[in-house]
């Protein structure tokens, strides 16, 4: 089955400019996740969808990001204005039946954004 | 919090060694998740163990959970170069949060 995919893969821009990342989930998978990973550290959730609504946003900077996912299945996340912090890789992954506790994630390759 | 943090944070062995990580955490679990992540890359999960079970093996991959200690640790045997990778712990309660990860190196 074909997995995870995002683009792009890398992006640079300017602090300030805008950007936009896309994700398209595992075929049938309900869950959809957008994690954060600065070098270094581990994956942070940003934001967590259920179908097409939003099951969990609470660590989402929502004065700068904000995320979609028209119809349940693909989703975009977006930044206007970025910052220089804001320079990570942004992970998608899905879950399968509903995002039950017991379920593994199947991520995506990420996209690599650095702002300058 | 429900994050775990493992430990060590860096891992340096021989081809052929064993090689054992760490994960604590801090509040009560349904079920702990390893995953891989190769320079680059994205996550690719392990092994699941749920809080009701202590060990659980996978191919060369061993996982133990204590939920009294709330800790676990997962064991790669006869590692090999290609286990080179962070590797993540992941306690879910409601949500899953990965730790810092500990990053192993595995010199041919």
């Known amino acids: 089955e074909a997995g995870v995919a995002q683009s792009p893969r890398y992006k640079i821009i300017e602090k300030r400019q805008s950007v936009a990342f896309w994700c398209n989930p595992i075929?049938?998978?309900?869950?959809l996740y957008w994690y954060q990973q600065i070098l270094g550290q581990g994956p942070k959730l940003l934001i967590q969808?259920?179908?097409?609504?939003?099951?969990?946003d609470s660590q989402l900077p929502k004065d700068r990001f904000s995320a979609e996912r028209l119809k349940g299945v693909d989703s975009t996340l977006k930044i206007q204005p970025a910052k220089l912090e804001d320079s990570a890789v942004y992970l998608c992954?899905?879950?399968?039946?509903?995002?039950?506790?017991?379920?593994?994630?199947?991520f995506g390759s990420g996209t690599q954004l650095s702002v300058l | 919090s429900q994050q775990g943090e493992e430990d060590p944070q860096a891992l340096s062995i021989q081809e052929g060694e064993n090689a054992t990580m760490n994960c604590s955490y801090k509040?009560?679990?349904?079920?702990l998740q390893w995953y891989r992540q190769n320079s680059g890359r994205g996550l690719v999960h392990l092994i699941l163990?749920?809080?009701?079970?202590r060990e659980k093996h996978s191919g060369r991959l061993r996982v133990t959970l204590d939920t009294s200690k709330k800790s676990s640790s997962l064991l790669i045997t006869a590692s090999r170069a290609a286990d080179t990778a962070s590797y993540f712990c992941?306690?879910?309660?409601?949500?899953?949060?990965f730790g810092q990860g500990t990053e192993l190196s595995v010199k041919p």
């Open positions: 992941a306690p879910a309660g409601g949500k899953l949060i």
């Open positions: 969808f259920q179908n097409n609504g939003v099951v969990d």
């Open positions: 992954a899905s879950s399968g039946r509903g995002g039950g506790q017991n379920e593994k994630l199947f």
């Open positions: 509040t009560s679990i349904n079920n």
């Open positions: 075929s049938g998978h309900a869950t």
């Open positions: 163990i749920r809080s009701n079970e």
